[in-house]
């Protein structure tokens, strides 16, 4: 079945533009103009992934509004956000609110295509019935295969960029990963603040499970490591 793409943008050119590039890939893209029209489609169905600009008619953060509203409806729905707004400070809003990607309208749309099947085909592995290939490190539990962690018992839900940033911390524990090494591992390449915001997310994450979560280090100058002992 092909998946559902709803893409939020104002800009009637750059929306219909995006639309007709994705049907030619098999999609279904359904298009919203303003983030009513696209809360009133969302309310009655959910898309497979949601690219959505920040700015929308008179919104200005109106694509904002809609992310915390898909996130509060859905831990694992993919989000792009897809905007000419460039700042460190937009960027890191959009990530900490649950997006799983930002990129700027200045990308190819080969690009931002790669983007989007990566994230579709990460998804295929959450019920993928395999075998599993397990990293254990005290109370921590990653699945490799399905692309899952675990912690005490209690599913982290991270996105594919989070879960590699752990899996590459954890690997080694007591070991620094500089920044450069975690995007690398994590096949990203962002700036030190994305890194730094991806970090915070991911502390986030595990602190809504367990409060006394400490296991990852903030090597000051160097980068970070995971140490076991809480």
């Known amino acids: 079945m092909s998946k559902r793409i709803a893409i939020v943008e104002d800009d009637e050119a750059i929306r219909e533009n995006y639309a007709d590039a994705l049907r030619k890939q098999g999609f279904v893209v359904q298009t919203y103009k303003n983030k009513q029209t696209a809360l009133d489609a969302f309310d009655l169905s959910l898309p497979h992934l949601a690219i959505l600009d920040i700015g929308l008619e008179d919104e200005y953060d109106g694509g904002f509004d809609l992310c915390r509203y898909l996130r509060d409806k859905s831990e694992t729905l993919p989000i792009i956000f897809l905007t000419a707004r460039d700042s460190d400070a937009d960027l ?84 620094v990963k500089n920044k450069e090494q975690l995007m690398s591992d994590a096949n990203i390449v962002v700036d030190d603040n994305t890194v730094t915001a991806h970090i915070k997310r991911i502390r986030k994450k595990f602190n809504a499970q367990d409060s006394s979560f400490n296991c990852i280090d903030t090597v000051y100058g160097m980068g970070y490591r995971w140490h076991d002992e809480q």
């Not at 085909?121 to 254990?136: G, R």
């Not at 940033?165 to 007591?174: C, D, E, F, K, T």
């Open 92 to 175: 890191i809003s959009g990530l900490r609110l649950g997006a799983n990607d930002y990129v700027s309208k200045t990308m190819s749309f080969a690009n931002l295509s790669a983007r989007i099947h990566a994230i579709l085909n990460y998804l295929k592995f959450i019920d993928k019935p395999i075998i599993e290939n397990k990293v254990e490190r005290g109370e921590l539990s990653i699945n490799k295969d399905r692309l899952s962690i675990h912690w005490r018992d209690k599913l982290i839900n991270t996105t594919i960029t989070e879960f590699w940033m752990v899996y590459s911390l954890a690997l080694n524990p007591g070991h």
